[in-house]
């Protein structure tokens, strides 16, 4: 017999199979049973285990969740200045580019069936190579069970940790961690889940688990959180009383069964007791007035599918009153739902949101959360790893190496609901620095990055998936180009292509997999893919070129500004930011151009730009701000794109800004991430504008003009997670401007973003099917400034 497991996609296109032969001596006690001929991609599921560090587990009733720390090598662009001393360098390359070994920190989360474990630690034994630990930390029921397995095949003594300190321990990590972490279950709507912005403050909360039984916490703080209460009627008597009720042992068979009973032949509602007369007593007629209600009048028997879904809404309800009345006596309104009960299953997700709506008059929200099967998992690694203090980081999911959220809905997706052969798969990444909201948001709670949610708007959705599946032949093309020297480029290209090519066909399906599905969660997620195959910067060499043609034309442009009335400058300086907008290779009109055209220039660009009256157009009141109102006291400037973009648009705007008694921090990206310019080019360019333009030497010399990173590595801008040095800064000098400009920034992201300050978002539609949208044509102008309201 072979079991075969793959990954819910990569084991479509691993063609990595590895047989694990039958080993001699089955003296495991009670596990004998278990076969051990399975077949898995083994890279694709337990990756990097030759760095693994520490380990944890999580083992439920049915469910085993591991969970460890490893270090990944990535390759990764760096950029240097040449040593120019004496040289020509007329003709020589602006900088060098050199790809270099780096070394991050990645947490592994892995779910899988308990009937798999010894397989499962099998595998772990033969590869772990140099793991410094020697303990392995151990939550959930089975951990007890379980002990004497684990400490003989890994050689790891196992440290067994408190269940619910660990899953709050997870709880917060998650909260603090991912954006779109926390989701509201809605019946009726094209989309299922509904995922919340992450509030800045993630205390207090009350954490129901719904295991066996159900244990009500309140959590205040990191460290801080009690037990409040409890049932002894939970997800156990479910599946227990629908067992007696229905002869059906499984739990998943259990629901399947609810989802297509009709409670009311077996309930009696509050019209079969009051008949009309409910409408006088404020009730709606079809609220259970009993439980199983009609069965003691009736003559027939009931259908299994009936007294399953009977059950269900019992237990339901009942859990999701008692929520709703120690949600009150303690003053919360937001309440988690987790445990096996829950686990995605839209049936549970559906009845405890009615409960908890209905028993609060709508004043309490059930909230559920994207990775609620690992918090056991993720809290006992963190105990593990308190030395290593992951709480000091932020940490960012890894889209290439995670599964996402499956919709276990059986009528959606009658596929999903045999399972139990997959493994799932979640990653996260140490960010090199802290991550904070942009002090100058006007309320981060309600800030929401995105312009369209695509999980919401089919029409969009459609054609941006359509759209990044035409440019991906394109975009391998040019990373296999981008390593010329490298003999397995192409190979590691189609790789690539095919990751990318398959995460886009999941998303089809299940649009909400990562949570909100956006424009910017596609780029990112390519980036992500791109970087697991080692392409850091398939752009480097464009960027490197492009910066050194702008540069070359950065004088003429100054001289031609400066010859200019005052009015006519601003006009000219703010064309010149939109002109340089235009040279964007992630977009498609314009990467035609500028493959097909080497010699589409500035002045090429500023006649593709619509004449005024733009699409958004408040640069007379932009004008008027400059004319009577004092100089800007700091301006915070997000750049986009390399080359003329930056060096003949950004550049000549700043100067202009600098001259008028503003200082000015100019923010760009910490990493690569298509064109976009990152901050150690940035450093280069500055340098060598430096060396010809004196206002801009001066400022950086008396630190009025500052180079800083955003944190980011996307094509988009999340003002909710930058770099804590930039915060800091934008505090210190007392920012009063933000300038955001490119499409990615000013228009897929925070078009509607509000401000504490003035703001001035602007950008070049290239596209035309969004220009469409927005009501213009490909190349109309958005330029948005904005005064927040006193």
């Known amino acids: 017999m072979h079991i075969h497991l793959h990954t819910d996609e990569a084991g479509r296109g691993a063609g990595i199979a590895f ?50 720390y490893s270090t990944v090598q990535h390759k990764v662009a760096r950029v240097r200045s040449f040593d120019h001393s004496g040289k020509d360098i007329e003709n020589e390359p602006l900088y060098e580019i050199s790809v270099q ?78 954006p779109h972490e926390v989701f509201a279950y809605q019946k009726d709507s094209d989309t299922e889940f509904r995922f919340q912005t992450n509030h800045p403050n993630i205390f207090p909360y009350l954490l129901v688990n ?35 009720l229905t002869k059906t042992k499984k739990f998943d068979e259990l629901l399947q069964l609810a989802s297509k009973g009709q409670h009311t032949n077996v309930d009696m509602l509050v019209k079969d007791v009051y008949g009309g007369a409910c409408q006088t007593l404020g009730l709606s007629g079809n609220l259970i007035a009993s439980s199983f209600g009609k069965s003691t009048t009736a003559d027939k028997e009931f259908s299994k599918e009936d007294m399953a879904k009977s059950l269900l809404h019992m237990i339901s309800n009942d859990i999701g009153q008692l929520a709703c009345l120690y949600a009150k006596l303690h003053n919360l309104n937001k309440i988690y739902f987790g445990g096996f009960f829950i686990r995605g299953h839209p049936v549970t997700m559906r009845t405890i949101t009615f409960s ?23 809290g006992a690694f963190l105990k593990g790893a308190e030395q290593d203090n992951p709480n000091q980081y932020s940490w960012g999911e890894n889209y290439a190496g995670s599964s996402g959220l499956m919709s276990t809905s059986p009528d959606v997706y009658p596929m999903q609901r045999s399972r139990s052969g997959t493994f799932d798969m979640f990653e996260m990444d140490r960010l090199e620095r802290p991550l904070v909201n942009l002090p100058l948001l006007k309320d981060p709670s309600t800030y929401i990055p995105d312009t369209v949610d695509l999980t919401d708007d089919a029409m969009a959705r459609k054609y941006w998936l359509t759209c990044f599946e035409e440019a991906l032949d394109g975009v391998a093309k040019r990373a296999a180009a981008s390593q010329p020297d490298s003999v397995d480029a192409p190979e590691r290209a189609e790789k690539f292509r095919q990751k990318y090519w398959n995460k886009l066909q999941t998303l089809r399906q299940q649009p909400f997999a990562y949570g909100t599905l956006t424009v910017r969660s596609l780029l990112d997620t390519r980036e992500h893919c791109l970087n697991e195959f080692n392409f850091p910067d398939p752009y480097s060499k464009v960027k490197q070129k492009e910066n050194g043609i702008a ?29 340089g907008n235009v040279f964007d290779w992630g977009a498609k009109a314009v990467s035609d151009v500028l493959e097909c055209e080497p010699q589409f220039g500035f002045e090429e ?30 301006a915070l400037i997000f750049a986009d794109n390399s080359g003329i973009d930056i060096i003949l648009g950004v550049f000549p705007f700043v100067r202009e800004l600098l001259s008028r008694g503003t200082e000015v921090i100019l923010a760009c990206n910490s990493g690569p991430a298509l064109n976009d310019v990152t901050y150690s080019e940035s450093l280069i360019v500055a340098e060598r504008i430096a060396a010809m333009d004196p206002v801009i030497q001066s400022a ?47 228009i897929h992201t925070n078009y509607y973003a509000a401000l504490k300050c003035e703001s001035l978002k602007l950008a070049v539609i290239k596209n035309s099917w969004l220009a469409d949208r927005l009501g213009g044509k490909i190349f109309s102008v958005i330029f948005k400034y904005e005064v927040p309201c006193k």
Not at 106 to 130: Q, S
């Open 356 to 378: 908890i709506n209905f028993f609060s008059k709508g004043e309490v929200q059930a909230l559920f959360l994207r990775h609620e099967g690992y918090l056991g998992a993720i």
């Open 210 to 244: 719904i295991g066996s039984g159900v244990s009500i916490v309140k959590v205040e703080s990191e460290d801080k959180f009690e037990w409040i209460g409890g049932s002894s009627i939970g997800g156990g008597t479910f599946w227990g009383l629908g067992a007696l």
């Open 605 to 634: 660009a500023k006649s593709k730009l619509q004449e005024r009256p733009w699409l958004e157009d408040s640069y007379s009141q932009w004008l008027e701000r400059l004319k009577e109102g004092p100089p800007h006291k700091c």
């Open 101 to 178: 070994e780096e070394i991050t920190a990645r947490l592994h989360f892995i779910k899988f069936e308990n009937n798999y474990i010894e397989t499962c630690l099998d595998f772990i034994k033969d590869h772990l190579v140099n793991t410094e630990t020697k303990v392995i930390k151990a939550t959930g029921g089975g951990a007890y069970k379980f002990k004497d397995l684990i400490e003989k095949k890994l050689g790891l003594k196992v440290d067994k940790e408190d269940v619910m300190t660990c899953l709050i321990k997870g709880c917060n990590f998650l909260l603090r961690n991912i």
């Open 19 to 68: 047989k694990m032969a039958e080993r001699g001596g089955r003296g495991s006690g009670g596990h004998g049973s278990l076969d051990k001929s399975i077949t898995l991609p083994p890279d694709e599921i337990f990756r990097n285990l030759e760095n693994a560090k520490r380990f944890a587990i999580d083992i439920g009733g049915s469910l085993t969740k591991l969970a460890y």
């Open 700 to 746: 950086l010399r008396e630190e009025k003009l500052l180079l800083v990173q955003t944190g980011s590595s996307s094509p988009c801008l999340d003002l909710s997670r930058l770099d804590k040095g930039l915060a800091v800064l934008v505090r210190e000098r007392k920012t009063d401007l933000v300038i955001i400009e490119g499409m990615g920034r000013a």
């Open 551 to 579: 540069l070359k034309c950065f004088q003429s442009v100054i001289e031609s500004l400066d010859s200019l009335g005052w009015e006519e400058r601003q006009f000219a300086l703010v064309k010149g930011l939109l002109a």
